[in-house]
């Protein structure tokens, strides 16, 4: 079946213009989780949605990341006013309420000149 | 707060030996602990998991770790590595089966002829 997809793959855009990167989970996942891999880094917790649940943003670095998800199953994460330490891998994974094993997509590689 | 620790940055083994990558974990309670594999120009696959129950699980690809309370350690062992194996390796823990989850930052294996 299908697996999470997310779009674009890769995007360049130049410092300051803000950013949105999307996510279709696998359908029927009601958690979606966002996380950042930098280079040479693990992944970093951005977001989590578990159903109608208010999301956990704690790992939102800053009020220029936001992110939501719309009827329970697509998910856009918002940059604002992009900066050079926002270029990363962003990756989006989902999974079924209670199984904890997330499915990730491929990720949407950010450049920001 | 939860934290995962992989202290192997980077590890060479030949092909045909035994695997083992470490993982430490600092969490109060009994943590739900998953290793995913990122193969070059992959996504995240989740290897195995432990909730609970016996502590030596098996995953796919012939991976198996085993958890150990007392060293807070849920290490990744594999008996005889195959080239495709080169990949990176991350070790992740959470809180519940459907919350945030924290990642290591990932052990990198290379696999010689």
């Known amino acids: 079946g299908a697996g999470v997809s997310q779009s674009p793959s890769n995007k360049v855009t130049e410092k300051g213009k803000d950013v949105e990167l999307r996510c279709d989970p696998i359908?029927?996942?009601?958690?979606l989780y966002w996380y950042r891999q930098s280079l040479g880094q693990g992944l970093e917790f951005l977001i989590y949605f578990q159903g109608n649940s208010a999301p956990d943003k704690s790992g939102l670095p800053s009020d220029r990341f936001s992110a939501e998800r719309t009827g329970g199953s697509v998910s856009t994460l918002t940059i604002q006013r992009t900066q050079q330490e926002d270029s990363a891998v962003y990756l989006c994974?989902?999974?079924?309420?209670?199984?904890?094993?997330?499915?990730f997509g491929p990720g949407t590689r950010l450049l920001v000149l | 707060a939860q934290s995962v620790t992989q202290p192997d940055i980077h590890i060479t083994v030949s092909e045909g030996a035994s695997l083992e990558l470490r993982c430490n974990y600092s969490y109060g309670a009994t943590p739900y602990l998953f290793w995913y594999v990122q193969s070059p120009g992959q996504g995240l696959q989740l290897l195995l998991k432990?909730?609970?129950?016996?502590?030596l699980v098996q995953g796919i690809k012939g991976f198996e770790a085993e958890f150990k309370r007392s060293q807070s350690s849920f290490n990744l062992r594999k008996p005889s590595v195959h080239w495709s194996d080169a990949a990176e390796y991350f070790c992740?823990?959470?809180?519940?089966?459907?919350?945030?989850?924290?990642f290591g930052t990932g052990t990198s294996l290379t696999v010689i002829p």
């Open positions: 432990y909730f609970s129950g016996d502590t």
């Open positions: 992740a823990v959470g809180e519940s089966a459907g919350n945030q989850f924290y």
């Open positions: 994974a989902s999974s079924r309420t209670g199984s904890g094993s997330q499915y």
């Open positions: 359908s029927g996942h009601t958690a």
